[in-house]
């Protein structure tokens, strides 16, 4: 009995081990629901009847954005602009591109186009840095789509970015030429701070074209307030992203820019806006010379510049790196090490032997701090092995020796820009270490 | 009990009769994304390449070619065809005309990937070129590949463009001696001057210690085809001229001007006869076909 029974259920595990349906959860196969997926993607991109606007937040620059316009075809082509510079912004260009499933859903431009110039790891091409450029994106996992957006994500560096079906308008105005880039002549302003004003609103502004930021220097109730944001070009001037707001005001544009007598104009809410020039900023960082002196002090240091003074829109106004054998200058309080008297402005001289060596230039007493945060230097003679043209150095010495003296702006822990406080148009940018 | 050795095989056999339905195997679908439409590039590419040699070149974007740390672009379209075929007049046609397109279709690698840009390393030196197994070839800084018949073309563009011979001369001289084996003499030569510290070396501390550059310096192999491919790109002239750079006085390794520019002839003498007796190439003919195409590209 006991052996029938165990034979049934042999019998009983045999039968039902082959038991074969499975039922699937989907209709389709993966492969298949995965190629339909990418064919409902190609078709969204490639039916946009007036092409795709698209902002790309390179994720290795947080806050930039930059603007693109692409024209997907069904024969992997894609006509692009770019905000990027002046030659992406007037000429199309066309490359490759294709859906690939990797992982996810993947949009994929694959020969070389204004996008990747973000991405390109030549800083010579984008400004960022050496083997990493601004790291942005050129593969992109496709997040979503819905109405007229699709959400991207890089697959290499994460960077973040969104496409919009463009209006015939927002079309023209890259194929007529009509994007606004009035704002880049900011920097025909030869000031170091330039003044932002708008309905009775004051900032200092400060635009890097390069990055697309714009930051905003502004006093409230007494108190120093900063905000940085990114921008893209548009028809009518530059579409901050996201907007800037502070208690009084929203801007989220600037509209009808344009470059006039010496200055940027345009309308913010419709009320006219101006970028000019202004000496002195809004709120100065009166601790910051000495702040500046005491590092290099402290650490028996120096700071360092390779172009010496910029004047006028002018690197290198004073012709140094033109010097005999030049390598850099210096600022070096207390030459002679601690306690002792004098600080060198140091000419550094590279040797025939390798290395380099302080070999020359004005000395100086003690500086002064004045109680509104500038540095006044006290020129006391020329030291040193000059060389037999010294033009460039007693440029920068008259330079240095101003009365009025310079204000100190602190740009990162280990940079400071000293701006010129006769007339803010000349400054140097110091480097620590 | 011998019932139960019977009954457990018969189980085994029914839960094993299954008729599996694998479907349509001749069209599965793949993940998408590895077919596209055909453009002129592409077809200049099959025509001039693959079709002849059987040599395909992958321009579109594939991270997976590269190393996956490193930030690269990809090439433009533009550059594709000019670097395609300098690579064709320098290294292909020279070879045929030297050793028959029999000779090259065996032997030359099959497949070119092309970067944009080039290879950033950790201490800040770039890489310009790599390959693997005698089959792939990968070139980086296509965007910057500039000769004289292009706009905009300097002097100084043409390290760019002598570094990707060099590269493919390179790795064309390692299948050729994976193929068949240089004559063990050469490793004789410099015996004990071998290092793994070769990218702290200088080109004229290489020089004077009897190496003709100082990735030389890695291995007996790479020695050997660094020899080739700078013979080949640099020419009779060049060539003798990196002899005759040796200073006088002995390097820091203790190796005296005449000892390194004997290590370097007797080099140069192994290559020549290596060509002659295995492959029937007169090298030197060679070298002459391919200085004079680079010369035409750039000078």
Redesign the interface.
Known sequence: MRNNLICLFFIITGMFACKKETDPLFDKSPDERINDTLARYQQVLTTAPYGWKAFVYPAGVPGSVFGFYFSFSDANRVQMFSDFDAASTGTMRESSWRLKALQQPCLLFDTYSYLHVLSDPDAGQNGGQYGQGLGSDFEFAINGAAGDTVWLTGRFHGSKAILVKATPQDKDNYFQHRINRSVDSISAILTYFHKFTTAGNRYDIRINPYLHQVNFTWISNGKVKQASTGYVYTATGISLMPAFTDSTITINSFDQVKWENGAITFTVNGKPAAIAETVTPLAIDAAAPKRWYQYALQNESYWATYYGFHVNGKDDACGITGLPAYAFLTYYPQIDGPGTSLDLLGFVVKQETGGNVISYGPGYDAPTFTSDGRIIFNDNGLYGNLPADRTAINKTRSLMADPMGFYLVQTSSLTYDMVSARDGKSWINWQGF | MK??LL??P??LL??C??KEDLGNVED???????T??A?PLDKWLHDTLTVPFNIAVK?????FEFELN????????EKIIPVMSAIRQVWMDTYIAEAGALFFKKYCPKYFILS??????EN?TITLGTAEGGRKVVLYLV?DFLTKSMEGYKPSDSANVKQMFHVIEHEFGHILHQTVMYPVEFKRICAGFYTGNWNNISDMAARRDGFVTPYAMSAFDEDFVEMVSTMLVEGKQGFDAIVNSIPEGTSINGVTKAEAQSRLRQKEAMVVSYFLTVWHINFYSLQTRTRKEINQLLY
Request: aromatic share 12%.
């Open positions: 019932a139960f009954i457990i018969l189980c029914m839960a009769s299954k599965i679908p793949g993940l998408g994304g590895d596209w439409a453009s321009y579109k974007w594939d991270q490193k930030t690269l672009v990809p090439p433009k379209e944009g840009s080039a290879s950033w390393n800040g965007n």
